[in-house]
């Protein structure tokens, strides 16, 4: 029987639908999701998740599949960034994916929007081989810790709770550009959720970390360039003695940050890769 597949844009969608297609559709994902309406809501508007852009597909009415559109300038660059991709269990494997996305770039385009991000992760081949197809490579490997970190240091520095974002800067901080979810505009989106504190010398801030509050992930952590090798970082972790931390999207070519994080006891459960399409 020919089923009848409307792809079309997820301006007017029910929330709450979309919601239960979301959990339904990452049922039996790598890692549990499952997600109450306040908590979707609040990882729509982290991502910068626009609806307008979003796509849905339908059958008979009934909301059957969606690819969620975040848009933001990214490197300075109008950019897209796919938060999330789903097709309820029984329509898989009949080229919805593939329809959404086909039906949203030209859209995209319209808009200026140069490059398309994603992250899937590394054993998932169904969504691997669906974004393939529709022309996204591989760019990066990431890796997602959690667990109790252990103390190794006298903490001998005060750790200072700070507000002013524009300390942290890329050239003091960072070797390679955190992903969308880790972005600084996705901490401004959910400010009220993180903590944000570092270490101070000399009244330069030589290290920081943000963390969400709620659920103890962190989104970023640095040592200043010119400070490392001085056990800053693992001072700066020495507040989270007995709590368990979540870390995702840790750039694998980022070394020396993955081997403090594997030293501090974290665990590495899962992997992702990160996916792009330029426009
Ligand atoms: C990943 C997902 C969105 C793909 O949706 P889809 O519309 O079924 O995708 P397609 O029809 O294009 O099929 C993609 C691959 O799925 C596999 N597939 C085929 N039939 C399938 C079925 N009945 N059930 C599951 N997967 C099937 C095939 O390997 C296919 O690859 P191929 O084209 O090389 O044969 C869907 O499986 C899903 O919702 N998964 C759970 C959520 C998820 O993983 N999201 C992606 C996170 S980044």
Redesign the pocket.
Known sequence: MQTNIQIHSLANVDLEELSTLYNL??QN?YVSINLSLDQFRGKLKMEDINLNFSIGASIDGKLV?FLLYGIRDYNNIKTAYIG????CPEH???????QMLDFSFPKLKEQNIKNIF???NTK????I??YE?CGFEKTRTLNSYKGIPILVVNPLHEIVEFSDLDLITSENFWDIKPTWKNDIQSVKNIIEDCQINGIYEDGILVAYKIINKNNTRIYQFGVHHDYRNRYLASILFSDLKNKEIKMINVDEREISTNDFIQSMGLELYDKQYEMKKEL
């Open positions: 559709s990452y994902y599949g999330g991709t789903g097709v898989r494997g009949k080229k919805i994916t593939q994603l992250e899937v998932n081949d169904f969504a081989n669906a197809a």
